[in-house]
Antibody
Framework: EVQLVESGGGLVQPGGSLRLSCAAS????????MTWVRQAPGKGLEWVAN????????HYVDSVKGRFTISRDNAKNSLHLLMNSLRAEDTAVYYC???????????????WGQGTMVTVSS | DIQMTQSPSSVSASVGDRVTITCRAS??????LAWYQQKPGTAPKILIH???SLQSGVPSRFSGSGSGTDYTLTISSLQPEDFATYYC?????????FGGGTKVEIK
């Protein structure tokens, strides 16, 4: 079964740090771009970051540039998001998703994890 | 950045109704447009990619169309399990962006 499972969310103070992880199974992880998408409580979806199969190409939304770092470990089928200098507006459910650049789902997020909640508050 | 504007933001409909949701991009996106369905407390699920390609396993009552800047998601005959929020997303240019969502509610 194709699956993504996030972990690492929690409550953190403003200015603090948190590292999210996503464990992939059921597909060849190293063949796919991966992404993080977030959703603030009661709000819509916001793309956060993408990383190419070998990590050689990375993109971020402007609001997290310089604060968040996306990375992956293909040997361990895992995706990570290191979040520094957290702000109240980073409070959201963070989803790990597979970003397809293939005919099965051109330039779309075809597999999603269940999400992990990050709350930034004092 | 490409802005994605969805309309309406909400719609009330009955089982069996035909529902149409539109998504307008602030510039052309070459049909690199996907649609997602999200139910409360769950992750989004992809319905359509490349504007009109139905994802495997998605019921055929869902269809997508459009080109250039204007795209449409149509549910031909609304079923009870279709009451949810729907989002469009463009994959043409970074930053990748979503529409604001359309909530389909029971009339």
């Amino acid at each position: 079964e194709v699956q993504l499972v996030e972990s690492g969310g929690g409550l953190v103070q403003p200015g603090g740090s948190l590292r999210l992880s996503c464990a992939a199974s059921g597909f060849t992880f190293s063949n796919y771009w991966m992404t993080w998408v977030r959703q603030a409580p009661g709000k819509g979806l916001e793309w956060v970051a993408n990383i190419k199969q070998d990590g050689s190409e990375i993109h971020y939304v402007d609001s997290v540039k310089g604060r968040f770092t996306i990375s992956r470990d293909n040997a361990k089928n895992s995706l990570h998001l290191l979040m520094n200098s957290l702000r109240a507006e980073d409070t959201a459910v963070y989803y790990c998703a597979r970003y397809s650049r293939q005919s099965s789902a051109w330039y779309a997020f075809d597999i999603w994890g269940q999400g992990t909640m990050v709350t930034v508050s004092s | 950045d490409i802005q994605m504007t969805q309309s309406p933001s909400s719609v009330s409909a009955s089982v069996g109704d035909r529902v149409t949701i539109t998504c307008r991009a602030s510039q052309g996106i070459n049909r690199w447009l996907a649609w997602y369905q999200q139910k409360p407390g769950t992750a989004p699920k992809i319905l359509i990619h490349a504007a009109s390609s139905l994802q495997s396993g998605v019921p055929s009552r869902f269809s997508g169309s459009g080109s250039g800047t204007d795209y449409t998601l149509t549910i031909s005959s609304l079923q009870p399990e279709d009451f949810a929020t729907y989002y469009c997303q463009q994959g043409s240019t970074y930053p990748l962006t979503f529409g604001g969502g359309t909530k389909v509610e029971i009339k």
